[in-house]
């Protein structure tokens, strides 16, 4: 059986960092794409970055340049690394596995995690 666990979340102030990281077991992803997206009360879910099993990364536009994400294929894990965060990005965000970078869809998702950035 599939997870992905998150973890990292909490409460920051605005301009600070968090690291999520989310650890798959169950199968290695080592040949497939993984990735992060968030949702927003009352917001759609929306896609934040993706990597590819050589670290190939694809970001979001509003996020290109705050945020990087990267793995570890030994671990079976992947990581995402937020800075100057802002009060918009108060979301719980979701690890997603084998996703299809042309679509965003993905066949394995996390629970999610909590992240709250006070203003």
């Known amino acids: 059986q599939v997870q992905l666990v998150e973890s990292g ?5 605005a301009g600070g960092s968090l690291r999520l990281s989310c650890a798959a ?7 497939n794409f993984m990735g992060w997206f968030r949702q927003a009360p009352g917001k759609e879910r929306e896609f934040v970055a993706a990597i590819s099993w050589s670290s190939g ?3 979001a536009d509003s ?3 705050r945020f990087t994400i990267s793995r570890d294929n030994v671990k079976n894990t ?5 800075n100057s ?6 979301a719980v965000y979701y690890c997603a596995a084998d996703v299809n970078i042309l679509t965003l869809a993905a066949t394995y998702w996390g629970q999610g995690t909590q992240v709250t950035v006070s203003s």
């Open 9 to 13: 979340g909490g409460l920051v102030q």
């Open 25 to 31: 077991s169950g199968r290695t992803f080592s040949r």
């Open 57 to 59: 990364t694809y970001y």
């Open 63 to 65: 996020m290109k340049g």
């Open 78 to 82: 992947v990581y995402l690394q937020m």
């Open 85 to 90: 965060l802002k009060p918009e990005d108060t």
